[in-house]
């Protein structure tokens, strides 16, 4: 992934056993490594399925690991550094959907307890983690650009597709 700067791409290089992986900066101007900003390893295997997600303000960036037993949320800035593990979920993240204008909040989807539920979640920068969509089944989420509200469209096996717009404290407009 590309910086927001577009000064550095990140890549997540996996070694060929697929258990130690470094994931490498690199100058967009001369194509040069710089450093490794972190590595992961695990006795079997280092599972990358996601890029970096910069946020919309810094080089900061929220990288998805499993290297807690679940995918996770981990914010990182350009040098390497971890500031903080974001979630600390006993079930996986699926996929990151959105931020705040400011950058401040990340929004994802997620299993929840059930796994057979994709329910969504915002987190602030702090790690507080709020549920936004109660209802168990499988949501399908969109974040409005500044943040402000979203749409969700969700069915279960005895709900039929229902969509709704809610703002960002999750109450939903009408």
Not at 48 to 72: A, C, H, M
Not at 101 to 120: C, E, M, P, Q, R
Not at 121 to 141: F, I, M, N, P
Request: hydrophobic share 35%; charged share 25%.
């Amino acid at each position: 992934a590309f910086s927001k700067d577009e000064n550095y791409l990140i890549i997540a290089e996996l070694n060929r056993d697929q258990n130690h992986l470094h994931v490498n900066l690199y100058d967009t101007k001369t194509g040069k490594f710089i450093k490794t900003l972190f590595e992961e390893k695990h006795a079997k295997w280092v599972e990358p399925e996601f890029p970096p997600y910069f946020l919309n303000t810094k080089n900061d960036f929220v990288w998805i690991s499993e290297r807690d037993g679940f995918q996770n949320l981990y914010l990182y800035d350009i040098n390497g550094n971890l500031k903080k593990q974001l979630t600390a979920n006993k079930f996986p993240v699926k996929e990151l959907i959105g931020t705040s204008a400011k950058g401040d909040v990340i929004y994802f989807t997620a299993t929840g307890a059930k796994a057979i539920n994709t329910l969504a979640y915002k987190v602030d920068l702090g790690g507080r983690q709020t549920l936004l969509t109660a209802s168990e089944g499988t949501h399908s989420v969109s974040i409005s650009g500044d943040g402000n509200y979203f749409f969700d469209q969700y069915s279960t096996m005895t709900v039929p597709n229902i969509g709704a717009i809610y703002d960002k404290s999750g109450k939903e407009k009408q």
